[in-house]
């Protein structure tokens, strides 16, 4: 099979086949006597879906095109079973003896009967078990992950046969100089770039897989799950830290050509912006994702709520029309990530002239 085959039957598996199981859902849904309150609740709860993270992986229900993943729980010893015994939530699943619920995506244990009793603020009071299940997203994050190594370990052995890389390397070499030559260098300096640059590829094309990813009606919505971009902007944070030398330390805590009250004042300000920074990473890249998302599904929603065929034509031609922004949106927010990393890189490693 050659290469334009192979990226055909993937765009067909991740587009065209799931987005034609929701239109057929949605108009088996219209056919039949169904509320308009009940149509809004269905699109709220298909936007939730896509949004949330789940302990299975849902692609076509109707269909039963759906894959359980395992659930690793600790609670005074290990428990190892598939997410299928919990029916999607629905029922309460046995290890072990002990008995355990899903409830508002979190696993409690509780008794046969799946009791959960609210204490203070609407809490549930149930023991809630130390949980490393694989969760959607993290199988989406190990798919994706593989699917970024063996493109690069493939483009990377194509440079022992010559100096010309193979089909999938004339993709991607232009992509990794445009991160060299407008992103590490231009904010590293050509002498510090080089250790930076594999972090600076595999969050830029990790970003970028993921953020295509979430436009798929798979519901893979990984950028726009804050603990997601918070451990990437905490990595961020670390190798900002460790790599910062003596001038970078020493405009932040006694800044030179400062008046000493002044920068007795600008200090913890200065300091405060070591935070402030990877903090800033973090919530424009689930904020930008989550909007995007939410916009879009929205959108598909309205698609089955008005019933006038000019509306229709219209919100349909619009969705299409943000679907194509939003190629270019999952490629910015990878860049501007990529970007503001390699600038607070090179702030660290500046090597700065205090004579003049």
């Not at 899903?102 to 409690?108: E, G, R, S």
């Not at 600008?266 to 930008?288: C, D, H």
Request: proline content about 4%.
């Amino acid at each position: 099979m050659t290469g334009k085959k192979i990226l055909f039957s993937l765009f067909f598996a991740l587009f065209i086949v799931p987005f034609s199981a929701i239109a057929a859902e949605s108009s088996h849904s219209n056919d039949s006597t169904v509320s308009e309150d009940n149509t809004k609740s269905e699109i709220k709860a298909y936007i939730n879906h896509h949004l949330e993270d789940s302990y299975d992986f849902s692609i076509w229900h109707a269909a039963g095109l759906e894959f359980p993943l395992p659930i690793i729980l600790i609670d005074e010893g290990l428990h190892v079973f598939s997410s299928s015994k919990f029916h999607h939530g629905e029922t309460v699943a046995e290890s072990n003896g002990k008995y355990y619920k899903i409830h508002n995506n979190k696993i409690y244990r509780t008794d046969a009967e799946g009791t959960i009793t609210m204490g203070e603020y609407y809490h549930p009071t149930q023991v809630k078990p130390l949980n490393f299940s694989i969760t959607k997203n993290v199988a989406s994050i190990i798919i994706f992950g593989l699917i970024i190594f063996l493109l690069f370990r493939s483009f990377a052995k194509s440079y022992k046969k010559g100096p010309i890389p193979n089909k999938i390397g004339r993709f991607l070499e232009p992509l990794v100089i445009f991160v060299r030559d407008e992103i590490a260098i231009p904010n590293i300096g050509k002498k510090h770039y080089r250790k930076f640059m594999g972090y600076l590829l595999t969050v830029f094309f990790f970003i970028w897989f993921l953020n295509l990813g979430g436009m798929t009606p798979f519901g893979i919505g990984v950028t726009n799950n804050i603990a997601v971009t918070f451990c990437l902007a905490i990595i961020t944070f670390i190798i900002t830290t460790f790599s910062g030398n003596k001038n970078y330390w020493g405009h932040i805590f006694w800044m030179p050509g400062v008046p000493v009250p002044m920068k007795i004042i600008l200090a913890p300000i200065e300091l405060l912006g070591i935070f402030i920074k990877p903090f800033a990473l973090m919530i424009r890249l689930f904020a930008n994702m989550t909007a995007g998302h939410v916009v879009m599904m929205s959108l598909i929603g309205l698609l089955y709520v008005f019933t006038n065929w000019f509306a229709r034509g219209a919100f349909l031609g619009l969705t299409l029309f943000l679907s194509i922004i939003e190629l270019l949106v999952a490629f910015l927010q990878a860049y501007i990530f990529t970007m503001l990393t390699a600038l607070y890189f090179g702030g660290a490693v500046a090597e700065h002239d205090d004579h003049h």
